[in-house]
Each structure stands twice: as structure tokens, then as C-alpha cells.
């Protein structure tokens, strides 16, 4: 079987890394690194319709501000909004590559990614918007990957290494005090809204191996992405629409996952392709995430995940037409990061997709994905002596989301 039949694996499976848990979206990935041309550019875009809907949500923590100070605690009894909200928007995960090999073994690889994001925006009119009216993370990632491949037994293994730096912003809106509490406190035309912007960046590198035999078209790789250390996450903390007449900074610190991933594939018959990976993402290292006033290093708020770490299980089959045209179809499953604090259980994703190859210069790739958003409910919990969920609780039904990816491979 010839590598140039290997191309139609990444239009199914990059779709399926779409859904994943955590804040992943399109998480790391260096297959073009392995791509045999000798300059080879690559551009890509998915776009993922995730449809959450939150039901039997209840307002639990419904104590009002202090009176006298105005500070605020519970935020007023928000249970005469909507007990059932769609909580998730539609979103894009564009990504750009280069490789090049630059002398006998060495190849380099240069990409654009955007390996983390978020945006839920449930709105105010659900009783649950003290806890969320929009929340939105971006992320930017720039790497930088090389390798070296020599001869070992009847195949070549491939040392691979690298490094990347990223950018992560974001905010989040919720209901602080509601509108009807502050007209009681003579605080009349505010929303009760509070905004809380951040922005922060780091390093991070990988380092990996890869043993392969083109004539089976048999790839085995490890690959290990190191933490990006957020140590110094700058923002603001707008309290106007609440009880507050000034914009604070704020400070805090994060870091992004380190992850950890297999992958296997193998010819199986001529023309047959079969592949599969398993992936393990430190999500549990973002629990809570406190931020300090700039100027009296004062604790201001938190951005609460409570996540467990992620596992994701993928396998699929690839098969080429003949010269121009292949298919592929996988299946993969992600543990939900979720542990009975917020909507993110296990996920099944059923991908498909076609390889097109007018000339052995230029590829197109088309997939689309479906996935199921598995049940769940999520509440009051203590992880690790933390207590989380106390001021809202909600059910989710098995819900859907659907995914389509695009890219385009040139050769030089």
C-alpha cells in the first residue's frame, strides 16, 4: 500500500478531536510532519453546531446582598426565569501548516492552531444566570516541530521534537446581584451584571518517536505535549452594572494541559487502511482558578471547571477508490471532564470522510461528523475539599452536535 493513500485518515479524524473534553477544540496535531513531499502546505478549517440543552434548572443559592453594604452574595432568587436553556454556540477551528525536508532525515514543520476555546452564552432570562450569562475562551498557538528519521530494522524511526507558543483569552458574564435586589438597595437601572476579562500566554514543547514501514504503510507514534504555564494572567474586573463605580485589575495564574498520545496505523489488505490512537489530557490541573485585586492582592473571584482528566479512544477504517478518490469513517469516544459539576459527559463522535487527489500535487479533504452528547446532571459537589455547583443544579439530556471539516494540501 502507498503512503499517498494515507492522506484520506486526517479529514475523519480531525473532526472528531472537535468535540473533545476540556476546553480542547483542535488540541494538537503534527501528521503533516509525516507527509513524504518535500514542501508541503496545508489549510484547514472545521466548523462544529454543538446543541446543549440544560433542563430542570433550579437557583440554589438564593440569599440577597447585604442590605446595608450592598455586597453581594446569593445575587436574589433567580427561579421565576426559564428552568431550560440551549447553552452552547456554533464555532470555527481554522489551522495552517508548512512542512519541509530540509536535508537527508530532516524535516521541519511551522503551524497555526487553535487548541483550546470555549463559548457558551445561555443568556440572562434562565435561572441559572448567576452562575453563566456568556462565557467565552480563544486561543492561539504557534509551533515550531522538527524531526529526524534514520534506518532501524526493516523500517525508519523518526525522532521527533519541537516547541510552541500560546496566547489564551477569554470572559465570562453572570448575573452578580439580580436587577430587583439593586432597586431595592436604590441602585435602580443596573443589570446586576459583572464581566470578568482575561488574557495570558507561555511556552510549551513536545517531544515524541515514530517508527515507520512505508511498503505496509505502518506508522506507530508517542508523542508527549508539555504544559503551557500561564504565570501571569493579566485582566479586569468590571463590577459597574453591579454596586461597584470603578474597573479593577486583576491578576492570576493557569496552566494549560500537558497530553500524551499514541497513534497507530497499519495496512490490512491492499488498498485497506486501518487506524487508531488513545489520548490522555491532564484536565484536572484546572480546578479552580482564582484571580487577586491588582492592588491589595485581595481574592476578587474565580473561574470554577472542576475537571477530571481526559481520556479519548479513536479507531477507523480508510479505503482507497483507486488514484483520486479515498474514504474513511471512524468512531471515537471521549471521557467527559465533568464530575457532577457542569454539562460535560462522555461523548461518542461517528466521523466520515473523502479524499480527493486531482494531481499527486494537490489534495482537497471534506468530513463531517456527528456526535452524542451523552446525559448527565450537574450540582452541589466537593472535589479535593473545594465545594462547586452550590448556586445552581441542572439535568441534560442525550443531546447532539454536528461537526464539517475542509482542507487543502498542495505539494511542492
Known sequence: MKTTALGLIAASAFVGGAQAGGLERGGYNIDLLFDPGQYVFESGVTYVAPDRTLKNVRDTDTTNPNPTTGAPNGGGNLNARSNSVDETESYFVPRLGFKANLNEGVACMADYSQPWGAHTKPGTDWAGANQNVETKVNSHNYALTCSYKFDVGPGQ?????????????????????APAVLSALGLTGRTGIG????????????????????????????????????????????????????????????AMPDSLEMKLQSGIAPDWLAFGSVKWTDWSQLQRIRFYNSTTNAERTSLDLAYRDGWTVSGGIGHKLNDQWSVAGSVTWDRGTSQGFGAQSDTWIFGTGVSYTPTENVEFRLAGAVSLLTSGSSGAVTIDGESYGSDVSYDFGTDLAAAVSTSLKVRF
Open 195 to 254: 464581566r470578568l476579562d482575561l488574557e495570558g500566554d507561555g511556552y510549551g514543547w513536545r517531544i515524541g518517536a515514530a517508527y515507520e514501514i512505508p511498503e505496509y504503510a505502518l506508522r506507530a507514534s508517542l508523542v508527549y505535549n508539555s504544559q503551557v504555564k500561564l504565570d501571569d494572567i493579566t485582566g479586569t474586573l468590571d463590577l459597574r452594572q453591579v454596586t461597584s463605580t470603578t474597573v479593577e485589575n486583576v491578576y492570576g495564574s493557569a
Open 157 to 177: 524511526l523518526r525522532i521527533i521534537g519541537g516547541g510552541f507558543y500560546q496566547e489564551v483569552d477569554g470572559f465570562k458574564e453572570r448575573i452578580v446581584v
